[in-house]
C-alpha cells in the first residue's frame, strides 16, 4: 500500500501474510524505515529501526536513520567526492508491490552520470517473511558498455533501548579498519561493546552477526549474503552533537549494524553482469538464540 510516510515522503507499507510484522520502505533512496513485529500476545508492535527524531525529510538529503542504501561508493572507498554515494539521496520508482513485498528501481540517467560515468539499474526488493522476518536484496545490474567497480552497504541503524545495553556478537578474531584511530586492529573481544565512539569496518565477516540488546531482552540476527564485509557504527555524543539530523540527545538510542562490501576489495561487473547482496533480519528474545 502506498501512503504519505514519515516526513510526508510517498512510501509503501508492507504487511506480513501472517501478520508477524509490518515494514514501510520510503522512495526516497529506497530506504526502509520501519520494520516492527507484533509481540507475543500480538498486542504491540515492537519497532526494530531507529530513524532519528531529527531525520530531515527533504530530499535530496538522505534519511538519517532506517536503512540507507550506500552506493556506488561506501564511505569515501571510491572515486567519488559524496560520502557513501549517491543512491541514497535519489528518488526510486517502485517497480512492484504486493501486500508482504515491494521492489523499487533506481537506473542510470544525466544527473547520475554528472556524479559518475557508468549505467545501471539497481533493483531492492524488501519482503516481509513469516515470524516477522525481513528480507532485502540489492542487485546492482551493468547496463552499459563498460565495466565499473562499486563499493556498497546497508547501512542499517537498530534502535536499542541505550547504547551501553548493546553488543554485537559474532567478530571475534577479525581484522578491522577503526575509522575513528585511522588505524587498522584486531577484535580480540567476545563482543563489540559501546562505552565511546565504535566505527569499525570488518573485513570479511562471517554471516550471521548477532545484535543484542540486554536492556529489552532482545536480539537481531542479521544475516547476509554477497555483502563480505561489516561496519559497526555508533558516534558517541561529541560526533552525534555536530550532525544536525542527529544531535546530542539521541544517539544512544542506535546502533549500526551494516552489512557491507568494500574493506575487501570493490565489486567489478562487465557489461551485462549482475552482482547481488541479501541480508535477512531475524528478532529473537534473548536467551534464546
Ligand atoms: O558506516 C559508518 C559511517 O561511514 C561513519 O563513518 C559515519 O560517518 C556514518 O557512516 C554516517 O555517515 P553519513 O554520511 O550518513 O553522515
Given amino acids: 500500500m ?21 515494514a514501510t520502505v ?4 529506497a530506504t526502509l524505515t520501519s520494520w516492527a513485529v507484533s509481540g ?10 531507529f530513524v532519528s527524531p531529527l531525520a530531515v525529510f527533504a530530499p535530496p538529503k538522505a534519511i538519517r536513520g532506517g536503512a540507507p542504501v550506500c ?23 517502485i517497480d512492484e508491490v504486493a ?28 519482503s516481509l517473511l513469516p515470524n516477522g522476518a525481513l528480507k532485502q536484496s540489492l542487485r546492482v545490474l551493468n547496463t552499459g558498455d563498460s565495466p565499473f567497480e562499486f563499493t556498497t552497504a546497508l547501512h542499517t541503524y537498530f534502535r536499542v533501548s541505550d547504547v551501553s545495553k548493546a553488543s554485537v556478537v559474532g567478530l571475534k578474531g577479525l581484522s578491522y579498519f577503526d575509522n575513528a584511530a585511522g588505524s ?18 570488518y573485513i570479511g565477516a562471517p554471516s550471521p552477526l548477532k545484535l543484542v540488546d540486554s536492556g529489552r531482552g532482545a536480539v537481531v540476527m542479521v544475516h547476509k549474503e554477497g555483502f ?40 567489478t561487473l562487465a557489461p551485462g553482469q549482475d552482482w547481488e547482496g541479501r541480508l535477512r533480519l531475524e528478532r529473537d528474545t534473548l536467551g534464546e538464540s
Fill in 99 to 126: 501486500g508482504d513485498s515491494c521492489s523499487l528501481v533506481l537506473c542510470s540517467d544525466a544527473v547520475t552520470r554528472a556524479e559518475w560515468p557508468h549505467d545501471f539499474k539497481l533493483t531492492m526488493q524488501v
Fill in 184 to 201: 587498522l586492529a584486531t577484535d580480540d573481544a567476545d563482543a563489540v561493546t559501546f562505552t565511546g565512539e565504535v566505527d569499525r569496518a
Fill in 40 to 49: 507475543a500476545e500480538k498486542e504491540e508492535e515492537e519497532e526494530l529501526l
Fill in 228 to 267: 563480505q564485509d561489516a561496519v559497526v557504527w555508533n558516534p558517541w555524543e561529541a560526533k552525534a552533537a555536530g550532525m544536525a539530523d542527529l544531535g546530542p540527545e539521541h544517539w544512544r538510542g542506535f546502533v549500526c549494524v551494516e552489512a557491507t562490501q568494500a574493506r575487501s576489495g570493490a565489486v
Fill in 26 to 29: 520510503h522512495q526516497h533512496g
Fill in 71 to 93: 552506493w556506488p561508493q561506501f564511505g569515501s572507498l571510491g572515486p567519488l567526492k559524496a560520502q557513501h554515494g549517491f543512491a541514497r539521496n535519489m528518488e526510486w520508482t
Fill in 2 to 22: 502506498m501512503q504519505a510516510g514519515a516526513g510526508g515522503l510517498p512510501s509503501v507499507v508492507l504487511r506480513a501474510a501472517d501478520g508477524s510484522a509490518t
